[in-house]
């Protein structure tokens, strides 16, 4: 099995993972390898080679006498490839399972949904410690023989140049909005692609509409998960419908999907519920919680992804929140996403991002954390006041800050949990 860790992690962050894993093997970077080897050693790891930027490292040097043949190891469908740990933006990771048959299935579909065809050039500028860049965007080459474009960390500029050479490109919304900054991104520059995709966070429709304008391309928005690798996707092809911003697209084959309220009903089209979903891609499990897995799963098995959002009346599926972001004020539902798309929409707002609290009176309410656009000074009463025209006053956050950045992980979310942190005494 096989299990990717992001190479920024730190010292109490490798204790976590290397403990709940235990690895026979652990592979770091020689520069490191001084306190990662105390740590796999003591969690009882029986080997730890190094691997360096420039093919440096004992991984290598010990492969190097190796037979040039190797025999493959006899796996099947239900074999775990895999394990990912989640990105942990709601609390501690867990350790994703996903089988051959996951992993297999996905690469299979995407490849007929987004129309990879012989001669394709992908660009890839995407971390392969996530599902994003390792899974999707990795596998969809390899299974299609595609050439790759490499780059170790993204670079606006040097993508910018590559994109002639290429036709599909993968990203997560912060890379389009740096591409976007770039006066070199061109409808010339971009003649010879013919798909982009945007996943692992939400696209702002802001962003979505400045690339159409920019490039002439509309991008492709989809929907998936460390536990269930791709979901749902915007139609590659016309025929099959628009490309709508704001929203993930339909279920990809095979992919069941339904919306289910709290009393466990399914909704109908246009309510806001839980997101359920089955499919080929659905994992096994977390790693040795057995518990948790029970819990994630319902009685007749679709996985509960945590997500809360909606399915249109042509099917088209549209994320509101986490559950877990989910603010119970005064007894009212109230939808963070709801209210920072119109936050986002307000002069001066770049984006936005809205935590529930706790409060003496209304047992929950909401704090607004906006970023300001480059050269603007939007003021925190007046951006409530503009949002109290739009929405019902239950759902206006009772304080605003406007900060320099959100904190986000590396597949640019953000981490409302250290919001929510750092906010949850201004009621006490």
């Known amino acids: 099995?096989?299990?990717?860790?992001?190479?920024?992690?730190?010292k109490g962050e490798i204790e976590y993972f290397i403990g709940n894993a235990e690895p026979e093997v652990v592979v770091c970077s020689p520069g490191n390898f001084g306190w990662v080897s105390k740590i796999a050693f003591q969690a009882g790891t029986r080997h730890?080679?190094?691997?360096?930027?420039?093919?440096?490292?004992?991984l290598l040097q010990r492969a190097s006498v190796q037979r040039d043949v190797h025999e493959p190891v006899a796996r099947g469908d239900d074999d775990l490839a895999a394990i990912l740990y989640t990105s942990g933006t709601t609390g501690r990771s867990k350790g994703a399972m996903l089988t051959h048959r996951n992993?297999?299935?996905?690469?299979?579909?995407?490849?007929?949904a987004w129309g990879w065809r012989e001669g394709d050039v992908l660009v890839h500028a995407l971390p392969i410690f996530h599902v994003h860049g390792l899974f999707v965007a990795l596998h969809g080459a390899l299974l299609n023989g595609s050439k790759m474009l490499w780059f170790g960390?993204?670079?606006?500029?040097?993508?910018i140049e590559?994109?002639?050479?290429?036709?599909?490109?993968?990203?997560?919304?912060?890379?389009?909005?740096?591409?976007?900054?770039?006066?070199?991104?061109?409808?010339?520059?971009?003649?010879?692609?013919?798909?982009?995709?945007?996943?692992s966070a939400p696209l702002l429709l802001e962003t979505f509409n400045a690339w159409q304008e920019r490039t002439g391309h509309t991008i492709l928005e989809r929907y998936g998960m460390s536990e269930t690798v791709m979901l749902t996707s915007n139609p590659y092809d016309a025929k099959d419908g628009e490309r709508r911003g704001g929203t993930v697209g339909f279920p990809l084959p095979g992919v069941g999907l339904r919306v289910r309220g709290d009393d466990g009903r399914d909704l109908p089209a246009g309510e806001i519920g839980g997101i359920e979903v089955r499919g080929p891609g659905v994992f096994s499990g977390y790693?040795?919680?057995?518990?948790?897995?029970?819990?994630?799963?319902?009685?007749?098995?679709?996985?509960?992804?945590?997500?809360v959002g909606k399915v249109d009346a042509r099917g088209y599926v549209t994320i509101v929140g986490r559950s877990k972001d989910l603010i119970i004020s005064g007894g009212y539902n109230v939808y963070p996403a709801e209210i920072e798309g119109y936050l986002n929409e307000l002069p001066g707002v770049a984006e936005s991002a809205v935590v529930g609290v706790p409060h003496p009176d209304f047992g929950e309410v909401g704090v607004a954390v906006v970023v300001a656009r480059p050269g603007a000074q939007p003021e925190a009463g007046a951006l409530l006041a503009a949002l109290k025209a739009q929405?019902?006053?239950?759902?206006?956050?009772?304080?605003?800050?406007?900060?320099?950045?959100?904190?986000?992980n590396t597949m640019g979310k953000v981490q409302k949990n250290l919001l929510r942190d750092a906010h949850k005494a201004l009621f006490a």
């Open 1 to 10: 099995m096989f299990l990717p860790l992001n190479t920024a992690y730190q």
């Open 48 to 58: 730890v080679f190094t691997l360096g930027d420039d093919r440096t490292g004992s």
């Open 103 to 112: 992993l297999r299935s996905n690469a299979e579909v995407l490849q007929k």
């Open 153 to 159: 960390k993204f670079d606006p500029k040097r993508v």
């Open 162 to 199: 590559k994109l002639p050479e290429a036709t599909v490109f993968m990203g997560v919304p912060t890379l389009y909005t740096r591409l976007l900054a770039e006066p070199g991104l061109t409808k010339q520059a971009v003649r010879n692609m013919r798909l982009f995709v945007s996943g």
């Open 287 to 307: 790693w040795r919680m057995p518990e948790k897995t029970r819990e994630e799963f319902t009685a007749d098995g679709w996985f509960r992804t945590g997500d």
């Open 391 to 408: 929405l019902a006053n239950f759902k206006i956050p009772k304080r605003c800050f406007v900060v320099k950045e959100l904190p986000r």
